[in-house]
């Protein structure tokens, strides 16, 4: 039985890094970290959101919806203290090549730098429950709100707690395990 | 090739058993659950609870987020769900471990696409293992029992096992040799453990056919040398068999309690390792009373209880209550008190310190502050989301009157947020400004909120700061703006404008939304306007397109 499952997943991981099929993903807990040297959206809403679980470890993030987007050169790490291994650090590249492709993104991110960019049909102000920009992505009533239509950012660097994709087209994944602490910055 | 490696692992899994055997503690506890486990696929389980926790902890989120991201959060959770019960199906039911297995084998291959590559891969590993052990597994055909404490209930039953366990051990001599050979030959490193797995596989096997005792002088190496020694106060093959087995489940174990461990967060590693390594001591040892005892369960309640904080720790959402009118009127009512000191002395000190000498003139409205200090009472049409109760007004949430053609784009008609955040500038320059004067907007609870409206051509502002109190959670961005086209609408405004041509600062000004009639029909139209030291209460900002450099985004508590 190992070996029919064995061959299943070497052509799902076929067929996932030929872009033929679109993984889903959906991580949170911890905080990672994130750098990616071009964003583009389309369709971007965001308003100030918390994670956790009670009111007082709760922390508070800015929750960003994105309908659809591409993410050039993105790396991903994500340090984990495992017991009896220690601290462990897991960093992702991709993206190097073409970039990751990915639809129905939802980031909670807690500090984000950007060397620059720009940001079309900003609409900042806009009542959270009422932001369009990103499908079934909406805050609580009277909570301050932004949305733009499209948005590229350089050279981003974030740390976040949760993202979650809807779906992620990618090519060329790396992952690299390490316990030097290395991380994407 | 294949046979070597599996007869090398096996080889070290007995060794490994062996030590681990005669070092932990509770001997007999270890040998009532050691039946229970044999009954069912044990590790099987194991594996594929284990990897079903993992894969459901990764996207773990506040439940109404999960939904609204849909089909790679919810799909971890059911594919976790999939692999837990077909688990404790494992444990429980092992009858049906076949259809079982296949099903978890099928859901840990549709992790894969569905949710993070399947847990990064290692949540679809182990439920992939799992998977195969299970289908595999075949229940003892030895009748049971054979585990009696004492030499001499493994003596007595010994014979009765002894053709079983004879083909094994001769099948294990066939190979093994064989196999150590083509290993020593191609890999002289491995060379050393070959010999070691071959002389440990004749030492094994010889008392079985032969019916001499271990320890054959061919081999000489660690196993082999202890095996000599067992058979020094036993030698009957039913024991090295019953110990062969016994170390093949401590080396299993040891492999899931890694595993166990890695999956459940640090703060519960002590149940998952005891549940799987002991047992709490009050038990009486009658084996043949364990096996059917729903309470001996020890790695069920161990990675299932630790994964339960996971889901508790991350579960409740606490979403901002600022949209709540409590709330609201609470921020509102901190806002003028926390504002009063610094508006006058820290921030004039600030700004002069960064800006030259300022001077911060009262605010020029004597009714409405924006929520600065002024006299009278607590202002009451400026604070957010308050509906202004002007029965004259009739003006608000029409279009406003215009005569001639109003410049710029019309009014942003969608509904606002009352609570709005805190700007400042160094420098806010305005090329082609358009001061419409003052107008309302919509606010999504039916309010209204009166602003000052400004049109840009294109807006220069140096180190703005943007600083949103919502909730008890404060989010600042850092960043240089270059806007073109753009709306702006504050309740108030605070700045030392600059002369044109002359180069000359006045002293701040404050304007509150709230001293300029509404919906004048008049614009002012100026080709440049600059502001120093800026602070506003913004409410909106609509623009096509935004240029900015330097970000900086951050979350804080208050």
């Keep these: ?185 | 090739m294949f046979t070597f490696v599996l007869g090398l692992l096996s080889e070290l899994a007995r060794e490994t058993g062996d030590r681990l055997d005669r070092v932990l503690p509770a001997p007999r506890l270890r040998r009532s659950l050691r039946h229970w486990r044999r009954t069912r696929p044990f590790w099987a389980a194991a594996w594929v609870i284990a990897g079903g926790v993992e894969m459901v902890a990764l996207p773990l989120a506040p439940l109404p987020l999960m939904i609204k991201v849909g089909v790679g959060a919810m799909s971890a959770v059911g594919i976790s769900l999939v692999l837990i019960a077909g688990g404790l199906f494992f444990l429980f039911r092992p009858e049906q471990r076949m259809f079982v297995s296949v099903v978890t084998a099928i859901a840990s291959l549709t992790s894969m696409a569905t949710t993070n590559l399947g847990g990064f891969g290692i949540g679809m590993a182990a439920g992939l293992i799992g998977s195969s052990m299970a289908f595999g597994w075949l229940p003892d055909p030895v009748p049971e029992g054979e585990d009696a404490p004492g030499g001499d209930g493994d003596r007595a039953h010994g014979p009765r096992r002894a053709p079983v366990r004879e083909a094994g051990a001769t099948g294990a001599e066939r190979t093994a040799p064989g196999t150590a050979r083509t290993g020593a030959g191609h890999d002289p490193g491995g060379a050393d453990r070959a010999a070691g797995a071959d002389g440990a596989a004749r030492a094994t096997g010889a008392p079985g056919p032969a019916g001499v005792p271990d320890g054959t002088p061919s081999s000489g190496r660690g196993a082999a040398a202890r095996d000599g020694g067992r058979s020094k106060e036993g030698g009957d093959r039913a024991r090295s068999s019953f110990r062969r087995r016994s170390a093949r489940g401590a080396v299993l174990a040891v492999t899931s309690v890694v595993l166990v461990a890695a999956a459940v967060p640090a703060a519960v590693p002590a149940p998952a390792a005891r549940g799987s390594d002991g047992f709490p001591s009050p038990w009486p040892t009658f084996e043949w009373h364990w096996p059917w005892e729903p309470p001996d369960v020890p790695t069920a309640p161990g990675p299932s209880e630790g994964s339960s904080p996971t889901p508790g720790g991350s579960g409740p959402t606490s979403t901002p209550s600022a949209g709540s009118p409590s709330g609201r009127s609470a921020a509102a009512d901190d806002e003028p008190s926390g504002g009063t000191p610094s508006g006058s002395g820290e921030e004039s000190g600030k700004g002069g310190g960064a800006r030259g000498a300022q001077v911060t003139l009262p605010c020029l409205t004597g009714i409405d502050t924006g929520g600065l200090p002024g006299p009278g009472p607590e202002p009451e049409d400026a604070v957010p989301g308050e509906v202004a109760e002007d029965p004259g007004d009739l003006t608000a949430l029409r279009p406003p009157i215009v005569v001639g053609d109003r410049p710029g784009r019309p009014r942003a008609t969608y509904p606002i947020s009352p609570g709005h955040p805190e700007v400042r500038a160094d420098t806010l320059t305005a090329y082609g400004a358009i001061i419409h004067g003052a107008t309302h907007l919509p606010t999504v609870d039916g309010g209204r909120l009166k602003v000052l409206w400004v049109h840009a051509d294109r807006l220069v502002a140096d180190d703005y700061s943007f600083r949103l109190k919502a909730g008890g959670q404060v989010q600042t961005i850092d960043v240089d703006l270059d806007i073109p086209q753009v709306d702006i609408y504050v309740t108030r405004l605070t700045g030392s404008i600059t002369i044109p041509f002359l180069d000359v600062r006045t002293p701040r000004v404050c304007v509150g939304a709230d001293i300029v009639p509404a919906n004048l029909p008049v614009a002012v139209r100026l080709p440049e306007l600059s502001v120093a030291a800026v602070e506003a209460g913004q409410v909106l900002v609509d623009a096509e397109t935004v240029d900015f450099s330097d970000l900086t985004v951050r979350s804080g508590n208050r």
Excluded: H, W
Aim: glycine share 14%; aromatic share 4%.
């Design chain 1, 1 to 185: 039985m190992l070996v029919p499952c064995t061959l299943a997943v070497g052509a799902l991981g076929i067929a996932i890094a030929q872009g033929a099929l679109a993984a889903s993903f959906a991580v949170s807990g911890s905080a990672f970290k994130v750098s990616a040297s071009e964003i583009t959206a389309e369709g971007v809403s965001s308003f100030p959101s918390s994670v956790g679980g009670s009111a007082n470890d709760a922390r508070p993030v800015l929750l960003a919806g994105v309908k659809s987007g591409t993410v050039s050169d993105v790396c991903v790490s994500l340090k984990q203290r495992l017991p009896l291994v220690g601290d462990i650090t897991m960093l992702v590249r991709s993206g190097a090549d073409k970039p990751l492709e990915g639809t129905n993104l939802v980031v909670n991110a807690d500090a984000l730098t950007g060397g620059g960019g720009r940001v079309t049909g900003v609409e900042a102000g806009r009542d959270a429950s009422t932001l369009t920009a990103a499908p079934g992505v909406t805050g609580p009533r009277g909570t301050f709100g932004v949305q733009a239509s499209t948005a590229v950012a350089r050279d981003v660097r974030s740390t976040a707690y949760a993202a979650n994709g809807g779906t992620l087209t990618l090519e060329k994944l790396e992952i690299e395990f390490s316990r030097t602490g290395k991380q994407c910055f």
